[in-house]
C-alpha cells in the first residue's frame, strides 16, 4: 500500500506565531468508504510510527480484527513534522528552496491536529465513527475531539494523558540532549544525528518498560562481567531505530509532545475535557512508567460519555503495542 499525499498550498499559521508557507501530510487508506460515509476509522500514530497501522498494530488492524477493512475505511496520518511522508526538517522550505533543518518552526499537538482536520475536510468526511491513539497519538485524539467536537462518534484512547506531564517532559529533553550531543545533528547528511539518536532510544526504552519487564526478559548468567543482555538490548533499540527514523524529527516530535496541554489558552483542561461529545473508551496500563494510570482517570473523569478500563501486562507502556487481545476485547465491548 503506497503512502498518499495531501496538499496545502496555502500559509498555514502555527501556534507559536510562525508560520508554514503550505505543508503536505502522507497518509494511508484501508478499505473502502461507504455511500453515507459512515464507516470511516481514524488512527492516530504515536511518536515514531507511521502511516500505516496495519505494521504497528497488526493485532487491532486488518481482516477479522476489531478495526476491519473489509468493513471499515480506515485512514491513518503520518503528523506533521514526522519522516514518513510529511512536512518535516528535511523538507524543503519553500521560501529558500532549501531544507528547513534548524529553522523548521516548531509544531505543537494542536498544529497538527488542524492540519489533520484540513485533510479530513478535503476527503469530505463529516463524521468518524471511531477515533484511535496511543500514547502521542491518543493525545493528538484528545485535541481534535476538543478543536472539532461534532467529528467523532466513539474514541478510544490508551496510554495518553491531557497534559504532558513533568516527567514526560524530563524524559524528552535527556533524549533531546543525547541528540544535540551528536555534532552531526543539524547538518545535511543521510544519517545526520545517527548516534544521538541511537542513545536518545536507549533512554526512551528505559521509560517504555520498566524494572519487572527487564528483569524478566534480560537475565544474564551470573558468571558474566561484560556484555551483559541488558547492554546489547539497548544498543538493538538504538540501532533498529536508527535505521528507520530521522533524528530531526525525533527531535521536533519530541517537543511537539511537551507542548501538549488541553488546557492552553482555555478555561481549564477539565473545562476542555468536559465538551468532548464522543462516547469514550478511555484505557490504562497498571504498569505504565511513562504516562500511568492516573493520568487516563483523570481524563476519563471529566469526559461525560466516558468508561475507564484498565489492563494488566509487565509490559508497562509499551503493552497498548503488544496487548492486542486485551485491547479487541475492551474495545469490542465497547463498541456494542
Request: proline share 5%.
Amino acid at each position: 500500500m503506497s503512502v498518499e499525499v495531501f496538499k496545502w498550498n496555502e500559509t498555514f499559521p502555527l501556534e507559536n506565531g510562525e508560520e508554514l508557507v503550505g505543508f503536505e501530510l502522507g497518509y494511508s487508506t484501508l478499505g473502502e468508504i461507504n455511500a453515507d460515509k459512515s464507516n470511516v476509522i481514524w488512527i492516530c500514530h504515536a511518536l515514531t510510527a507511521n502511516s500505516k497501522p496495519e505494521e504497528w498494530w497488526p493485532g487491532l488492524v486488518g481482516p477479522g480484527k476489531v478495526f476491519d477493512p473489509e468493513k471499515h475505511f480506515i485512514v491513518c496520518v503520518n503528523m506533521l513534522a514526522s519522516c514518513y511522508g510529511s512536512t518535516n526538517p528535511d523538507s524543503i522550505n519553500p521560501v529558500t528552496q532549501k531544507p528547513y533543518h534548524a529553522d523548521f518552526p516548531m509544531v505543537t499537538i494542536r498544529d497538527m491536529v488542524r492540519s489533520m482536520d484540513l485533510l479530513r475536510i478535503s476527503l469530505g468526511i463529516d463524521q468518524i465513527e471511531m477515533g484511535a491513539g496511543g500514547s502521542m497519538g491518543g493525545q493528538q485524539l484528545l485535541e481534535w475531539n476538543i478543536y472539532a467536537p461534532h467529528v467523532f462518534k466513539n474514541i478510544f484512547a490508551i496510554g495518553t494523558n491531557a497534559v504532558h506531564s513533568p516527567w514526560g517532559i524530563a524524559f524528552n529533553e535527556a533524549q533531546r540532549m543525547a541528540l544535540e550531543a551528536d555534532p552531526t545533528l543539524w547538518n545535511g547528511s543521510e544519517d545526520a544525528g545517527k548516534k544521538g539518536l541511537e542513545a536518545a532510544r536507549a533512554i526512551a526504552m528505559l521509560s517504555y518498560r520498566n524494572y519487572t519487564a527487564f528483569d524478566e526478559t534480560q537475565q544474564d548468567d551470573p558468571d558474566k562481567i561484560i556484555n551483559f543482555r541488558a547492554s546489547s538490548y539497548q544498543q538493538y533499540q538504538g540501532s533498529k531505530l536508527s535505521k528507520r527514523f530521522k533524528a530531526k524529527s525525533y527531535y521536533y516530535l519530541s517537543k511537539a509532545m511537551d507542548s501538549h496541554n488541553l488546557g492552553r489558552n482555555r478555561s481549564s483542561v477539565e473545562e476542555a475535557l468536559s465538551t468532548i461529545t464522543a462516547n469514550a473508551l478511555v484505557v490504562g496500563i497498571n504498569t505504565d512508567f511513562l504516562f500511568p494510570p492516573v493520568e487516563q482517570k483523570r481524563i476519563a473523569a471529566h469526559i461525560p460519555n466516558s468508561v475507564y478500563k484498565e489492563i494488566s501486562t509487565p509490559y508497562g507502556h509499551d503493552g497498548f503495542l503488544i496487548e492486542w487481545d486485551l485491547l479487541e476485547r475492551l474495545i469490542t465491548d465497547f463498541w456494542k
